[in-house]
């Protein structure tokens, strides 16, 4: 036939694309780019919303009878925010050690010959350590939304609970999914070992990884800091 | 078990080169730096956060932004490589991102902190 003359050697991997690239990753940037306008659309809410909560707690400002019940002080906690945002750019730097373990597995000796530089070539403790850091993160938030509740913010409290809630609650549930496909990547590489063949799965991941933390770096100045 | 050189799709490493897909990453050096630049940042706006003169200044909400922006920057060029991609990669994440950031300020206009009260 005709047209099989024309086609791609198979032996050679994959077909050529119209781009001259891999779809999976074309197609995990493209969903980054959506991921970007769902958490816009969020914070915009959160943004538009700020400062008219007619019922406290707020989250910046004493809350003074008769508009809650007793007085209540502002209930963001910014020092154990501030640790978690500095353990999620951690797992960051985590991250790209491991994809960086992964692309040079064929290299021995790559990262050096010392216990540091074996540590550094070790995909599989940089997976483990980004999933830790990821649920230490997913920890502080529990221990945040817990301790709301019981400070009396729900998210039928008021404007400021709604939008906060569900704001942090999707980048939660964000980060509950990277953890997730991390402890899946490191589970293969205990099982078979990902190699450079591997690297653009490991990048995918790590896109998607990165793209939480961006949220967060975002969500964190304006939620948390700006008054 | 040994390394095969080609993936699930059939392509080896070289042929995911030969894509624009794997490229030269950065060094560990970069990447400890990029990770200190970043703590440094996050230090400073917490830092700012405390001092209730500054709080009190037009310069508070603009410098948190300012830093805010960087971070976010330096994040997506180095440690998601868009600043070593193909450039169809970086029209990708901007794009939506760019429709999404006006978006947020023509709400805010409309009906935020910055919207104009007529009449």
């Not at chain 1, 694309?17 to 969903?31: C, E, N, P, S």
């Not at chain 2, 922006?69 to 450039?87: E, N, R, S, W």
Request: net charge neutral; proline share 5%.
């Amino acid at each position: 036939m005709a047209t099989t003359a024309h086609a791609p050697a198979v032996t050679h991997g994959h077909p050529p694309t119209t781009t001259g690239l891999d779809h999976r990753k074309i197609a995990i940037w493209a969903f980054i780019g959506s991921e970007c306008m769902l958490f816009t659309s969020l914070i915009s809410t959160y943004l538009v919303y700020k400062g008219r909560s007619v019922s406290g707690p707020f989250p910046h400002e004493v809350c003074n009878p008769p508009q809650c019940a007793t007085t209540l002080k502002p209930i963001l906690n910014i020092p154990i925010t501030s640790v978690s945002t500095f353990v999620l750019l951690m797992s960051s730097l985590a991250m790209v050690l491991a994809l960086a373990a992964v692309e040079n597995k064929d290299k021995p000796g790559w990262a050096g010959t010392g216990a540091w530089g074996r540590a550094l070539a070790s995909s599989k403790l940089w997976l483990l350590m980004t999933a830790i850091l990821g649920a230490t993160f997913l920890g502080f938030q529990a221990y945040e939304f817990t301790s709301f509740v019981h400070e009396g913010l729900t998210i039928r409290q008021n404007l400021f609970g709604s939008s906060f809630f569900t704001l942090t609650g999707f980048h939660g549930a964000h980060v509950t999914v990277g953890v997730l496909w991390l402890l899946t990547l490191l589970a293969i590489d205990m099982r078979r070992g990902l190699g450079p063949k591997d690297a653009l799965i490991v990048d995918i991941s790590a896109l998607y990884w990165h793209f939480v933390d961006v949220v967060w770096i975002a969500i964190f100045t304006l939620v948390y800091l700006i008054r | 078990m040994p390394h095969d050189t080609h993936d699930a799709h059939g392509a080896s490493h070289s042929d995911h080169k030969a894509m624009g897909e794997v490229h030269e990453h950065p060094s560990w050096g970069t990447y400890k730096w990029v990770a200190l630049i970043l703590t440094v940042i996050t230090v400073i706006e917490v830092w700012v956060y405390y001092i209730p003169v500054f709080v009190a200044s037009r310069l508070f909400v603009p410098t948190l932004l300012i830093m805010s922006a960087v971070k976010f920057a330096i994040v997506v060029m180095f440690y998601m490589h868009l600043k070593y991609d193909h450039k169809l990669f970086r029209a990708l994440f901007t794009g939506p991102l760019a429709i999404a950031i006006v978006t947020l300020i023509i709400l805010m206009f409309l009906f935020g902190h910055l919207s104009i009260h007529a009449g």
